[in-house]
């Protein structure tokens, strides 16, 4: 089977030709139909994060496909049926966190494309226990990027606990932030978007930001407690530090920012000031990729045509070119690879 292949940290990846693996007992073997391409995928390949992946690494975790073959024990799915493979590759299902439903910071969790090989290849090995069920009618390729985008983005505005009528604000309207707008306006919230792209903010727009504001000729947190007070929830699913500094002003008092994106690497660090945490009681809550039941949820929205990608198809043969111009900014939604 082809696969793109990270040999080395910071290098490119390369088309290689592997064999196609074999599923264990409570494994699944997928054939690829799509992967989206998220930017967790350049931090790992461009060793961003502690600790790094391993190598060689194939990438992806937006994985949407098909069953080619059933491990040992494997009983809810069958051959042929579509398929998706999020992040969590899989979880320990014994410790405290993944007993309490928060198997989402169980600490000897995998994850797809940076512990385990992911979905930049034809063939792929998934824990059939943590892979979500996708309906026969959709769209594989416009569905792949809820298998990250999506559930993270739909976790994230829970976390807030802004409710039906308040206000939310999306920072940086990227693969993750052009959905999460979507998923609030389906969740019932009022959207204001901030990106330093004007092409993002007019997408944010299209899908029903109510105010949208360009942090690099804008000051966002007076901008948007002028014109509401500041909202009632964030989300931060920009790479820029600066923009979780200003995540906490532009809630209002009470406010919940929730932190999604990982610059990691120099750009792991932030200034704050502890009197507008403290003063406005704001919380800010790290919120990281999703449960398999956010996973079935945000599937859910998707499925019944509430939130839909704005995706860019490409092959895999593209991979770096793509990467570099993630690098730039310069994607307007989310590209998908096209594999099958
Ligand atoms: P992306 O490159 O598609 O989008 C990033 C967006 O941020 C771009 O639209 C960019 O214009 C915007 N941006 C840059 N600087 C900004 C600023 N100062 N203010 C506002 N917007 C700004 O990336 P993505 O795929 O959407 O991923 C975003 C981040 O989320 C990455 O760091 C990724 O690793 C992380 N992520 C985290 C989780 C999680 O579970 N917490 C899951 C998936 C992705
Ligand atoms: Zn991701
Ligand atoms: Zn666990």
């Avoid at 139909?33 to 967790?40: E, K, L, N």
């Avoid at 098909?66 to 992040?87: D, K, Q, S, T, Y």
């Avoid at 976790?155 to 206000?167: D, F, V």
């Avoid at 956010?294 to 198809?313: M, T």
Wanted: proline share 5%; glycine share 12%.
């Amino acid at each position: 089977m082809q696969a793109a292949v990270l040999r080395a940290i910071a290098t490119p990846l390369v088309i290689e030709t592997l064999p196609v693996p074999q599923p264990r007992r409570g494994e699944v073997l997928i054939k690829v139909a799509a992967c989206g391409v998220c930017h967790s995928d350049l931090h790992a390949v461009d060793g961003d994060w502690t600790p790094l992946p391993t190598l060689p690494l194939v990438p992806g975790h937006e994985v949407v496909g098909h069953v080619a073959g059933l491990g040992e024990g494997v009983e809810h799915f069958r051959l042929g049926e579509p398929i998706g493979v999020p992040w969590m590759y899989s979880a320990c299902g014994t410790c405290e966190f993944c007993l309490s439903g928060m198997e989402t910071i169980c600490l000897k969790a995998e994850a797809t494309g940076y512990t385990k090989p992911g979905g930049y290849a034809e063939y792929m090995i998934a824990d059939a226990a943590f892979c979500g069920r996708i309906p026969e009618a959709a769209d594989l390729y416009e569905i792949a990027p809820i298998l990250c985008a999506g559930v993270t983005t739909y976790r994230g505005i829970k976390r807030t606990g802004a409710r039906p009528g308040q206000w939310l604000t999306v920072i940086g309207i990227g693969g993750l932030g052009h959905i999460a707008v979507q998923y609030a306006k389906a969740m019932g919230l009022r959207v204001a978007a901030v990106d330093v792209s004007e092409e993002k903010l007019e997408l944010a727009r299209q899908f029903g930001a109510e105010m949208a504001f360009n942090a690099a000729t804008t000051d966002p947190v007076r901008a948007i407690r002028e014109s509401i007070g500041g909202s009632h929830g964030a989300v931060v699913t920009a790479v820029s530090p600066r923009a979780f500094e200003q995540s906490v002003g532009i809630v209002r008092n009470g406010g919940t920012v929730a932190w999604i994106g990982l610059p990691g690497g120099k750009q792991d660090e932030i200034r704050l000031s502890i009197a507008a945490v403290v003063n406005g009681e704001v919380s800010i809550r790290g919120s990281s990729v999703g449960t398999r039941q956010d996973l079935q949820e945000a599937i859910d929205f998707a499925a019944n045509g509430l939130v839909r990608a704005r995706i860019e198809k490409a092959p895999l043969a593209d991979i770096n070119g793509i990467f570099a111009r993630m690098k730039k900014a310069e994607i307007n939604g989310r590209v998908v690879l096209a594999i099958a």
